[in-house]
């Protein structure tokens, strides 16, 4: 089992450009979430999906688009990348494991944009 | 809006000493709670869930859960450089919403 995977592992932009960042689980959750993650800000959710087509807005969704292609796959769309959103995104899914939801991490996306 | 408090650190214990990670939430309403250690560089890795209070043993690490204080913990017993890490707390409502984050306790343990 790979758990979360997430491509690219890094990524330059300029303003204005747009990008896909893709997740995957071979899990067989229901639920997967992305967040970005800033000196000093923690984790933050962007955006999250409770089960295959379905998607809520997390705390910080303002730029962001997200597509649950099916229940392995999660994308997170930049459609015009700003210098703000320069940062470290990471995919999760979370699943019941000992009658809880528990939730893993994928191994993050480390995005700058110029 | 559902808050986790931890205390930013960095909390600096001796190899060998135990050390003792807080958190606390502000729903009272949460029904389960999760310790996550992220190495700098790296993402958030699970080590240890609790769901009842009391206290959950696993290897050297031990959570304790007080709901009625709204309060978790994390111990580590013989404290490793290895250890050093930035310590997460996550809590989880009813059902199926999203884990709530702290901002982590960064942790240096000193050989």
């Known amino acids: 089992n790979a758990g979360v995977t997430q491509t690219p592992k890094f990524q330059v932009l300029k303003t204005g450009q747009s990008m896909t960042l893709q997740c995957a689980q071979d899990?067989?959750?229901?639920?997967m979430y992305w967040y970005r993650q800033d000196p000093g800000m923690g984790l933050r959710l962007i955006y999250y999906s409770a089960s295959e087509g379905t998607t809520d807005k997390g705390e910080v969704p303002n730029g962001y688009n997200v597509s649950r292609l099916n229940k392995r796959e999660f994308s997170l769309r930049l459609e015009s990348a700003a210098p703000s959103q320069t940062s470290v995104y990471f995919c999760?899914?979370?699943?019941?494991?000992?009658?809880?939801?528990?939730?893993?991490f994928g191994p993050g996306t480390r995005l700058l944009v110029l | 809006q559902k808050e986790v408090e931890q205390n930013s650190g960095p909390l600096s214990v001796p190899e060998g000493a135990i050390a003792s990670l807080n958190c606390t939430y502000s729903d009272r309403g949460s029904q389960s709670f999760f310790w996550y250690r992220q190495y700098s560089g790296k993402s958030p890795e699970l080590i240890m869930s609790i769901y009842s209070n009391g206290d959950k043993e696993d290897g050297r690490f031990t959570a304790q859960l007080n709901k009625a204080s709204q309060y978790v913990s994390l111990l580590i017993r013989d404290s490793q450089p290895s250890d050093s890490a930035t310590y997460l707390c996550a809590v989880r409502g009813w059902g199926n919403t999203p884990l709530v984050f702290g901002k982590g306790t960064r942790l240096s343990v000193i050989a």
């Open positions: 899990m067989n959750h229901n639920s």
């Open positions: 999760a899914s979370s699943g019941l494991s000992g009658g809880a939801e528990t939730q893993y």
